[in-house]
């Protein structure tokens, strides 16, 4: 069918002789989420006003008249889905939803089924879905002003945006580009999957700049090395529902082990005080900053695979 990602054009779909879709008020559908979802994801998010619902329908699962579940769905895409108590044949429900997904997407693009929690893996599996390798949670902490000793000797702590006009602009996102590239190609991330190019770094750096705001630039860390004025780490944040989010961290590898990481994380948590509630990051399981998370206080949500990939033959 191939419609176009966003609103469905339809306000019931009949999945068969015995379950249908029925397009949801977002409010009353983001109210059972909230207590039929997974109890942990939405610990991490209880202020969730669920945005990823501005351009893309919620709707409930019917069995003849008894609600059983909601989903949101779309061509090419599937997230949050959740039953409701007593129901208990949610493997049908899957294979239903994954024949819908191939009936309304483009199929020459990939369809996918995001932030997958672990205790529905094994559910979406068996339907024929596949995971990425990697599995990610959430982690977050109140912010806070917090003491934080930089190595005066031999960096310079900057924002991406500051008052002072000698402060670098994004005439740095080259070098910004350039820093990420090798960090990650070194990390856990570049060893188990194709590495991005620089080219992409700079472009997702970019991206992110334009879009963040004046707070968030000043609470995000460009640090450079006195000694040769090289960038050797980097703190860059972003939004993500309503709550700023570590987007990007990452020091040299010559640079690790000296707290630079930890640094960036305090002063992030210190500028953003007063200003927002809490900060989250969302990080690879086994990725060693992992560890650096936790010991800054960091509380960690579920384990979710990202994205599951429903292959088209």
Excluded at 2 to 31: I, M, V
Excluded at 36 to 55: C, D, G, Q, S
Aim: with cysteine; glycine share 6%.
């Amino acid at each position: 069918m191939g419609f176009t990602n966003g609103s469905t054009p339809f306000d019931r779909y009949e999945l068969s002789d015995q379950f249908y879709l029925q397009k949801a008020d977002q409010r009353e559908w983001g109210l059972f989420f909230s207590v039929y979802y997974n109890a942990e994801y939405v610990r991490i998010f209880k202020e969730m006003t669920l945005p990823i619902l501005r351009n893309i329908d919620p709707f409930w699962i019917y069995k003849g008249r008894t609600k059983i579940g909601g989903v949101v769905i779309s061509a090419n895409l599937m997230s949050l889905l959740y039953f409701i108590p007593p129901f208990h044949e949610q493997s049908t429900i899957v294979h239903l939803l994954k024949n819908v997904l191939l009936k309304w997407s483009d199929i020459t693009l990939p369809i996918h089924v995001y932030e997958v929690l672990q205790d529905q893996v094994d559910l979406f599996a068996r339907a024929g879905f596949w995971p990425d390798e990697h599995r990610f949670r959430w982690m977050q902490r109140p912010t806070e002003n917090l003491e934080c000793e930089w190595d005066g000797a031999m960096t310079i702590v900057q924002s991406i945006t500051q008052d002072d006009p000698c402060t670098r602009a994004l005439t740095n996102d080259k070098e910004i580009g350039h820093l990420f590239y090798r960090c990650y190609t070194d990390s856990i991330r570049g060893m188990n999957s194709k590495p991005k190019s620089i080219s992409q770094y700079i472009t997702e750096t970019q991206s992110m700049v334009k879009d963040a705001s004046e707070h968030l630039l000043r609470a995000s860390t460009l640090v450079y090395d006195k000694r040769n004025n090289a960038l050797i780490g980097a703190c860059l944040l972003s939004m993500h529902q309503e709550v700023p989010r570590i987007q990007q961290l990452g020091v040299l590898p010559n640079y690790r082990r000296r707290g630079m990481g930890s640094h960036m994380i305090k002063r992030s948590l210190t500028m953003l005080t007063d200003l927002y509630p809490y900060l989250r990051v969302h990080v690879m399981q086994g990725n060693p900053v992992e560890s650096v998370y936790y010991s800054l206080g960091f509380v960690p949500g579920p384990i979710e695979i990202s994205r599951m990939l429903v292959p088209v033959k």
